[in-house]
C-alpha cells in the first residue's frame, strides 16, 4: 500500500525531530512521496534545498497568507527560486504556495495577502505550476480572485469549511487536502462534508508537524501518520485503506505531474 503526503514542512529549520528518523519511519510506513511546503522565501529555499538531495520528495515555493507582509523581497526570491528550478528537468519544484488567505488571524493586512496571492497566482501561470492554497473564514474574497485565473489547478490545503465551498472548489477542478483534523472533528456537518468528498479528487497531507492526528494526539505530527489519517477515512466512508491509498496517491501524481522511481 502506498501513500503519499502532499503538505509537510519536515523540512523546516525548526522541526523538533531528527529527519532522517522521520524520512526512515514514513518509508516503513509506506509513504512514498512527501511534498515539502515553502510558506516564506527562506523556508521556500530551504525546501527546495532539502527535496533536491532526496528522490522521494519534492517542494513547493510560496509565501503564507500571514507572512504577507514580507511582500516585495519575498517576491523577488520566490522568482528567482522558480526560476532556477525550471532549468533542471525534471525540476524538484513541483507548485506554488502555500498560499492564500486567512481572516481567522490576520498576521498580515488584507490588502497585502490579497497583494501576495495575485503574485503567487501569475507566479504559477507563468511557471506552468498548480497551487497549494490555505484559505480560512476567507472564501468570499478567494473564489472571485481565483475565477480571474481559470486555468489555475491546485489543492485546498487542510479542508475544513463547509459543503457549500466545498461544491465551489470541486465545480473548479481543484483537489482537497484532508489530514488529521478529520479524526479529531467534532462537528457533525464537517464530518459529514469528510464523506462527501470525491475520492477522485481527495489528497492526504499531514501538515507536520502540527494537526497530528488521533491516536497520536500531543505528538509531533510526521509524515508517516498520515496512514492514520488513511485509516480513519476509511473507517468513516465505508471504504477500504487499500482503495483510499491508491486513489489519493494517484491523485497526487496526477496533480503535481510526478512518477516514482
Not at 33 to 47: E, F, M, N, P, R
Not at 89 to 118: M, N
Not at 131 to 157: K, Q, Y
Request: hydrophobic fraction near 40%; proline fraction near 5%; charge should be negative.
Amino acid at each position: 500500500m502506498q501513500l503519499f503526503d502532499t503538505h509537510t514542512h519536515i523540512f523546516s529549520a525548526d522541526y523538533p525531530l531528527d529527519v532522517e528518523e522521520v524520512l526512515a519511519r514514513a518509508q516503513a510506513a509506506g509513504v512514498a512521496g512527501l511534498i515539502c511546503v515553502g510558506t516564506t522565501a527562506q523556508d521556500s529555499s530551504l525546501a527546495v534545498q532539502f527535496a533536491q538531495l532526496r528522490p522521494d520528495c519534492w517542494a513547493t515555493v510560496g509565501l503564507h497568507p500571514h507572512d504577507a507582509k514580507d511582500g516585495q523581497e519575498a517576491f523577488v526570491i520566490m522568482e528567482r527560486l522558480v526560476s532556477q528550478g525550471a532549468r533542471h528537468s525534471p525540476s524538484k519544484i513541483v507548485a506554488i504556495g502555500e498560499c492564500g488567505l486567512d481572516y481567522f488571524y490576520t498576521h498580515s493586512p488584507k490588502d497585502l495577502q490579497l497583494a501576495a496571492l495575485r503574485f503567487q497566482f501569475e507566479l504559477a501561470q507563468r511557471a506552468g505550476l498548480p497551487m497549494t492554497f490555505h484559505v480560512r473564514e476567507a472564501f468570499d474574497d478567494f473564489w472571485p480572485l481565483f475565477d480571474e485565473f481559470p486555468a489555475t489547478r491546485g489543492v485546498i490545503h487542510s479542508f475544513t469549511d463547509s459543503q457549500e465551498n466545498l461544491d465551489k472548489a470541486l465545480t473548479r477542478g481543484l483537489y482537497i487536502g484532508v489530514n488529521g483534523i478529520a479524526t479529531f472533528a467534532k462537528n457533525d456537518s464537517q464530518i459529514e462534508m469528510y464523506k462527501r468528498i470525491p475520492l477522485e479528487r481527495m489528497v492526504l497531507e499531514t501538515d507536520a508537524p502540527f494537526l497530528t492526528p488521533v491516536p497520536l494526539r500531543g505528538k509531533v505530527n510526521e509524515s508517516a501518520y498520515v496512514s492514520h489519517v488513511c485509516k480513519f477515512l476509511a473507517e468513516l466512508r465505508q471504504e477500504s485503506e487499500e482503495e483510499i491509498a491508491a486513489r489519493t496517491t494517484q491523485n497526487a501524481l496526477t496533480l503535481f505531474n510526478l512518477q516514482l522511481s
